[in-house]
């Protein structure tokens, strides 16, 4: 099975735009989490979807949204970027049952906001 | 809230030589445990989880124990090599709500094996 995907690998910013990242979960994984990776504050859980709705989210501004689609496919927008938005954006898909608290990575999109 | 507390690094070893990085948590209730490992510009590679306590997760000739005793999940390896060169960083899920997936996470330890 094809792994955790996600679009693009690289981004650069400058303060202010918005950014839209893109995960396409693992063949059959309904739920998606997003988190976000810096130096500072380390690994940070975002939110997480399963079909279409957000069940959880965690403590960040409404600056940070997503949604998810009807193939389980996540984005998730950053408005009015920041100079500390950037950071590694990890997405993780997690089975509907059996290991449904195992979450499985993707390589991350490294955002650059200048 | 739940908490995950990792010794700080890097740890630095030589090839061969035998590798335990600490782990403890803070949770209420029965948290699944895990390892991930994050290579140089890569994300998390899940390597080894447990769910209940005295579970032993074990890959690739990593091993780590769920002490419900002593909240904690140590990550060990008997023989390192160069390749296992990477950050490695201990989470947890709180499995009392299964509709709500969020892992918290240690800050990682840097883990440098040199030849």
């Known amino acids: 099975k094809a792994g955790v995907t996600q679009t693009p690998r690289y981004l650069i910013k400058t303060r202010g735009q918005q950014v839209t990242l893109s995960c396409s979960p693992i063949s059959g994984h309904r739920s998606v989490s997003w988190y976000q990776q810096t130096p500072g504050q380390g690994l940070q859980f975002l939110f997480e979807?399963?079909?279409?709705?957000?069940?959880n989210k965690g403590n960040f501004p409404g600056r940070f949204s997503g949604r998810q689609f009807s193939n389980s496919r996540s984005e998730m927008n950053v408005s009015t970027l920041e100079l500390g938005d950037s950071a590694l954006y990890l997405c993780?898909?997690?089975?509907?049952?059996?290991?449904?608290?195992?979450?499985?990575f993707g390589p991350g999109t490294r955002l650059t906001v200048l | 809230g739940d908490s995950v507390t990792q010794m700080e690094g890097p740890v630095t070893l030589s090839e061969e030589a035998f590798l335990t990085i600490n782990c403890t948590y803070t949770?209420?209730?029965?948290?699944?445990l895990f390892w991930y490992v994050q290579y140089p510009g890569e994300g998390l590679q899940l390597l080894l989880k447990?769910?209940?306590?005295?579970d032993k997760g074990s890959n690739k000739g990593f091993e780590a124990t769920y002490r419900k005793e002593t909240t904690s999940f140590h990550l060990e390896k008997g023989s390192v090599q160069v390749s296992d060169s990477a950050v490695y960083f201990c989470?947890?899920?709180?499995?009392?709500?299964?509709?709500?997936?969020?892992?918290?996470f240690g800050s990682g330890t840097r883990l440098q094996v040199q030849p």
């Open positions: 949770a209420t209730g029965y948290p699944s």
């Open positions: 993780a898909s997690s089975p509907t049952s059996g290991e449904a608290d195992t979450q499985y």
């Open positions: 989470a947890l899920s709180d499995p009392r709500d299964t509709g709500r997936r969020a892992l918290t």
């Open positions: 447990a769910t209940k306590a005295d």
């Open positions: 979807y399963f079909s279409e709705t957000q069940r």
